[in-house]
T-cell receptor, first 111, second 117 residues
């Protein structure tokens, strides 16, 4: 069956460092993969979409990679700030009529 | 810019009671979705709609019904609430695309926190 895995343990890093979050998927080949940010008590907010033929996508301090061989996407935040603290969700296309979301990884940036 | 608005924000029900959650979007999106989010389980799709007057089942549809009588509104109903339906419910919408449902961002409301005693 299709499976999406994100590290359930929180990632703690120091301000100014690069945060790297991982999204692994198994048993299928998504054509697209989306990343969202979710703050406590709020709904998810779209950040980036990457297509299977794009190895990398950037937006300001954010970078997403998509390795279809490893079946993995990496989400990077460079020069991280305490305001980047949130839960980050990946959502690979599963061929169904809606997105399927991973359970998310919580990022905590320490000042 | 209201985006996606969900009402109510909080609700406490007793087992067996019924209620309707309302979702409204002002972006003229074709697609709308209802998810539930439980600790450690991520977002799970309950029902969705690809246009006015159409609805379809998602991953966890049992115990819920939906209606999309107007393009801007998507209603989620609980006919007989059960404690297992205690959750945070999110509505989302997205634009229509040519042939796939996954290459457009989804816009989410801020959720309805529902407790069933």
């Amino acid at each position: 069956s299709q499976k999406i895995e994100q590290n359930s343990e929180a990632l703690n890093i120091q301000e100014g460092k690069t945060a790297t979050l991982t999204c692994n998927y198994t048993n299928y080949s998504p054509a697209y993969l989306q990343w969202y940010r979710q703050d406590p008590g709020r709904g998810p907010v779209f950040l980036l979409l990457i297509r299977e033929n794009e190895k990398e996508k950037r937006k300001e301090r954010l970078k997403v990679t998509f390795d279809t061989t490893l079946k993995q996407s990496l989400f990077h935040i460079t020069a991280s700030q305490p305001a980047d603290s949130a839960t980050y969700l990946c959502a690979p296309d599963t061929g169904r009529r809606a997105l399927t979301f991973g359970s998310g990884t919580r990022l905590q940036v320490q000042p | 810019n209201a985006g996606v608005t969900q009402t109510p924000k909080f609700r406490v029900l007793k087992t067996g009671q019924s209620m309707t959650l309302l979702c409204a979007q002002d972006m003229n999106h074709e697609y709308m979705y209802w998810y539930r989010q439980d600790p450690g389980m991520g977002l799970r799709l309950i029902h969705y709609s690809v246009g006015e007057g159409t609805t379809a089942k998602g991953e966890v549809p049992d115990g819920y019904n939906v209606s999309r009588l107007k393009k801007q509104n998507f209603l989620l109903g609980l006919e007989s609430a059960a404690p297992s339906q205690t959750s945070v419910y999110f509505c989302a919408s997205s634009r229509q695309t040519g042939g796939t449902y996954s290459n457009q961002p989804q816009h989410f409301g801020d959720g309805t926190r529902l407790s069933i005693l």
